[in-house]
Structures are given as structure tokens and as C-alpha cells.
């Protein structure tokens, strides 16, 4: 059964320290997709890949986010420094990069930051 | 902004079809209607989608109006593990590198399904 792993699933962290969360995609999927849900907002996509190069990071604050694929089987999301208003649920999906790409997501990594 | 309109609650009885409806009146001719759902506390899950003919699969069945402006999610046998949020998209297909071919996720109707 493939599916999307996110790592850690909780981080409780305080203001200012750097946190990193990992994505690993359905292996074979092309395109990686980063997500953020808060009760405000809402999902909001916040970056994607194809092949590994960004495509589209529009939805992310340039300042203190960066999303990086080093390798195929990884994704990673890195806030630096991180600030209160930065805690949500944060999601990867992975996608086959086909016409009517159905995107699958991995359970989330609820972030915290004190 | 989302291009879908949605209640935002519904119920249903266990046992009986959960019909959600969607309003995309300004969909273009090349946007497809795709539904997810969100369990509390997990990523959304993909239900199904279309672009103007009827669609079924093992979760759920996908009524697309004639002129495309609406559509209902039909769930035949809601069970009480269908309660989440439902998300009606409309998107534009293999268009990446523009924004059309983003999922853009409102706020959904929030089925609960009771005993």
C-alpha cells in the first residue's frame, strides 16, 4: 500500500529555532507539492515540484521558508527562523505528474511554535 | 479564491445516500471538478472527478449538470466513517507551471454522518 510519509508527525519548537520536516513521496511520483492548513486560512499551497526543480513557490514567505528535493525520494521544508504564526498542520502530496494527476497526501506534520 | 461554491454543514443518516452539492458557475471549458475529502486529523484523500459525463467509482458517484455550472458528490451508502470535510476543486489539468493547475481548497461542507 504506497503512501506518503511525513516526518516528524508533531514538533512543538520555540520562537526562532530552525525547524525541518520531510516528506518522502510514493516512489515513481514526479511531482511533490507542499501544503499548509490552518483554521484561518485554511490549505493553502505553499510550493511544488516536478522532477525535483520548484515550479511554483509562490504560496511560500520567501524570508524565512525554503523547500528543497534533494534526492527523489526526499522533500524537505525548512522555516528559519520560525515564529509563532507559522504553527499548523503542514502536508506533502505526491503526484504522477499524468493529465488528471490525482495528488496523495501524506498524514501532515503538526507544528508548533511557542 | 476558490472557484466553488459549498454549504458549509450537512447531514445524513447512516445507511442513507449523502448528496453534496457544488456551485462552479464560472468553470472553463477545459476545467475539470474533482473532490476530496479531509477525516479529522489526516491529509485529504482523493474521491473522484470529472469533466462533463457522469463518473463512479468504489467511493462515490460524481453528477456533472448539463451546462457544467453545478455538480453533486453522491455517496450511495453513507457510513459513519464518511464524516469529514468535502471539498469540491475545479482545476485545469496537466498545466503545470501556471497556477490553473493547482488545487485550491475552500472551505468545504463538513458532512456528519449520525447514527
Known amino acids: 500500500d504506497a503512501r506518503v510519509t511525513q516526518t516528524p508527525r508533531h514538533k512543538v519548537t520555540e520562537m526562532g529555532q530552525e525547524v525541518t520536516m520531510r516528506c518522502q513521496p510514493i516512489?515513481?511520483?514526479?511531482?511533490v507539492f507542499w501544503y499548509r492548513q490552518t483554521m484561518m486560512q485554511g490549505l493553502e499551497l505553499l510550493a511544488y515540484?516536478?522532477?525535483?526543480?520548484?515550479?511554483?513557490d509562490s504560496g511560500m514567505p520567501k524570508d524565512r521558508f525554503s523547500a528543497e528535493m534533494p534526492d527523489a525520494t526526499l522533500a524537505t521544508l525548512k522555516i528559519q527562523p520560525s515564529e509563532p504564526r507559522d504553527s499548523a498542520v503542514y502536508f506533502c502530496?505526491?503526484?504522477?505528474?499524468?493529465?488528471?494527476?490525482?495528488?496523495?497526501f501524506g498524514p501532515g506534520t503538526r507544528l508548533l511554535v511557542l | 479564491d476558490a472557484k466553488t461554491t459549498q454549504p458549509p454543514s450537512m447531514d445524513c443518516a447512516e445507511g442513507r445516500a449523502a448528496n453534496l452539492p457544488c456551485n462552479h458557475s464560472?468553470?472553463?471549458?477545459?476545467?475539470?471538478v474533482y473532490w476530496y475529502r479531509q477525516i479529522h486529523s489526516q491529509g485529504p484523500q482523493y474521491i473522484i472527478h470529472?469533466?462533463?459525463n457522469n463518473e463512479t467509482n468504489e467511493m462515490a458517484s460524481l453528477i456533472i449538470t448539463e451546462d457544467r455550472k453545478s455538480s453533486t458528490l453522491i455517496l450511495p451508502h453513507a457510513t459513519l466513517r464518511d464524516t469529514a470535510v468535502y471539498y469540491c476543486?475545479?482545476?485545469?489539468?496537466?498545466?503545470?507551471?501556471?497556477?490553473?493547475?493547482?488545487?485550491?481548497f475552500g472551505k468545504g461542507t463538513k458532512l456528519s454522518v449520525k447514527p
Open positions: 502530496a505526491s503526484g504522477s505528474g499524468q493529465v488528471q494527476e490525482t495528488q496523495y
Open positions: 516512489l515513481g511520483h514526479n511531482t
Open positions: 515540484f516536478r522532477n525535483r526543480a520548484p515550479l511554483d
Open positions: 464560472t468553470i472553463s471549458g477545459n476545467e475539470y
Open positions: 470529472g469533466l462533463k
Open positions: 476543486i475545479v482545476r485545469v489539468d496537466g498545466n503545470y507551471g501556471g497556477s490553473q493547475g493547482n488545487l485550491i
